[in-house]
């Protein structure tokens, strides 16, 4: 510890954080000064000792809003003293080793609403109650075999993370647990001949009070019988044609059921409501689809233990032109193009755009979205993921032609009204951005000034991604520009208003130590996105950079030491450029 810290010096250090300097309308002194303070304390549990054991311990952190968290100690040290940021937290306790004898709980709150502002001390009781639990299936024990066997999960309804229980075949013991509630889980570990197939099932819930409990579940399941047909015959009985069955519930719970060429087949399936799912694995004969919904809401239990669909096809064949002709037909000016159906997730390959004759794709009858990806040369748009046509119904075999449109987007790049510097040593890259998640086109290097692109017709955002040097922003990934019009051939004048940054780091108004043993790194993001800035580490003399205009906030995080704040991520301050 520096020096003793009160609430009215943190005050006085907090204003200090506040008074950068100007001068150069294009250069600012920021002044970062970390307010933090001692607290020490001891643990307990239930108002007790917690374990002196390593075998049997867990971890104690403070935690903020903002994701920042700091260890405080293990439980088996008994009492803790460390340094922290100035803020306001919550206690947070996370399980590590053992579980009869403590909380097995993983990232569990255990009191919120307070302020940190001064030395102090800070005790911290956590309270756990034990829980046994015993699983039956179907009325029935579970088989006692680890080849037929299940894995039993809680889910905090908090949002902390999973707690495994224990094995189906196999007496699970008591547990520790912290109140709130919880849903208990179902996960298949060894596929046998009597436990249900599904992957993430919730079987229960369990409310975690002032006291012990012993919980029963008796899991629900019946044999699902599918006997499934294309277009009204049995699917071929070959493993090179053939796609996989599958379920899926609200809950993203998953069934593997099988092939089609098993069908019909029976799989034990927990008693719920699932979509049934077809994915195409292999050959030309059955659907192309990739998850394509065959039901929907279908009720499986011993009442309704069956489903009979018959999976209807037509064949597309894709005619691709670009500009209103042929695209090139050569494998090095090219693209695949995709069919995407209501659901998301069903994307899957119907061709390439350099071949002359197209081969028919048997799909089921729906709407879908044509995807356009580049793949290779500069002739043809260079979009990594668009969608050139939109809600196309496709019931009924043809011809679909796929008529692409392109656009030249010339950019210009500029910082502060001037040219970048051309020393690849100090640069950043440009990109668009289309309005379909992933579809990320280079627009050129900063020491080049300029980049052209063939893309296509679409509005884009553009983006700035600091590479390497000082001498250029240092910002990750901004956007420059919003909502860009880029059609037939669209001029693009980039220019990066920026400011110069000299930081300053200090701790309770006095410099950092100058040692790797005890040292943080400083980061700052624009406000809600994810556009950070390095700005340095505490242990280094500061140095000059640039960052783009714009509102910021400024974080601390603990990389190593004894001597100075614990926090992985503590919001230190805003800041505004220019």
């Not at 374990?51 to 935690?63: D, K, N, T």
């Not at 947070?92 to 080793?97: D, K, S």
């Not at 799989?267 to 192309?288: C, K, Q, S």
Request: hydrophobic share 35%; aromatic share 10%; net charge negative.
């Amino acid at each position: 510890m520096y020096l003793s810290k009160s609430f009215s010096a943190l005050v006085a250090m907090a204003a200090l954080a506040g008074c950068d300097t100007d001068g150069d309308p294009n250069s600012k002194t920021v002044y970062i000064n970390v307010p933090a303070m001692t607290i020490s304390g001891s643990f307990s549990l239930n108002g007790g000792s917690f374990p002196a054991s390593q075998y049997e311990h867990g971890i104690i952190s403070l935690a903020d809003s903002n994701g920042n968290e700091a260890q405080l100690g293990k439980t088996y040290s008994v009492s803790y003293q460390t340094e922290v940021v100035a803020g306001n937290y919550r206690t947070q306790y996370r399980h590590i080793y053992g579980g009869a004898q403590v909380p097995v709980n993983r990232g569990k709150e255990i009191e919120t609403g307070f302020s940190l502002l001064e030395d102090q001390s800070l005790d911290i009781n956590a309270t756990a109650f034990q829980a046994q639990f015993t699983f039956t299936l179907n009325g029935a024990p579970f088989p006692v075999s680890e080849y037929d066997d299940a894995l039993f999960y809680l889910q905090p309804q908090d949002g902390s993370e999973r707690i495994l229980l224990g094995n189906s075949h196999a007496v699970i013991p008591p547990v520790l647990l912290m109140p709130g509630d919880y849903d208990v889980i179902y996960t298949l570990e060894t596929p046998g001949a009597t436990v249900p197939l599904n992957q993430n099932a919730i079987v229960g819930q369990v409310a975690m009070n002032d006291s012990a409990v012993n919980v029963t579940l008796d899991v629900k399941a019946t044999d699902f019988r599918l006997s499934a047909t294309l277009d009204g015959v049995a699917f071929p009985v070959s493993q090179y044609n053939d796609g996989n069955f599958l379920l899926v519930s609200s809950t993203q719970d998953t069934v593997e059921l099988g092939d089609s060429y098993n069908l019909p087949f029976s799989v034990r399936v927990i008693e719920g409501t699932y979509d049934l799912i077809y994915r195409h694995e292999t050959g030309t004969a059955v659907p192309a689809n990739t998850e394509a919904i065959i039901l929907s809401g279908q009720e499986i239990s011993q009442s309704t233990p069956t489903a009979e669909p018959n999976i209807p096809s037509i064949l597309i064949t894709p005619i691709y032109t670009l500009d209103g002709l042929p695209f090139p037909i050569s494998e090095y000016q090219d693209a695949n193009i995709y069919l995407r159906g209501t659901n998301q997730h069903d994307l899957f390959f119907i061709g390439n755009t350099h071949d002359p004759d197209p081969a028919a794709v048997r799909i089921i009858p729906g709407t879908y979205d044509v995807i356009y990806r580049h793949e290779t040369g500069s002739s043809v748009p260079q979009n990594t993921n668009a969608v050139v046509m939109q809600a196309t119904v496709l019931n009924s075999s043809g011809q679909l032609a796929i008529a692409v449109q392109s656009a030249i987007a010339t950019a210009t790049f500029s910082l502060n009204d001037a040219s970048f510097t051309t020393n690849p040593v100090h640069y950043g890259r440009f990109f668009l951005e289309g309005p379909e998640e992933g579809d990320t086109i280079f627009l050129g290097n900063s020491y080049n000034g300029s980049g052209t692109v063939r893309v296509i017709p679409a509005t884009y955002d553009v983006i700035y991604e600091h590479v390497t040097g000082s001498q250029v922003p240092g910002n990750k990934h901004a956007t420059i520009l919003n909502d860009v019009d880029v059609n037939d051939t669209t001029a693009l004048p980039v220019n990066l208003e920026a400011t110069q940054i000299n930081p300053s780091f200090t701790l309770n108004g006095f410099p950092f130590p100058a040692t790797l043993d005890e040292h943080a790194l400083f980061v700052m993001h624009t406000t809600g996105i994810d556009n950070e800035v390095v700005l340095g580490r505490s242990f280094l003399p500061p140095t000059t950079l640039f960052a783009l205009n714009g509102s910021y906030e400024v974080f601390y995080e603990y990389i190593d030491g004894a001597t100075i704040p614990v926090n992985d991520r503590a919001k230190i301050r805003n800041l505004t450029l220019p």
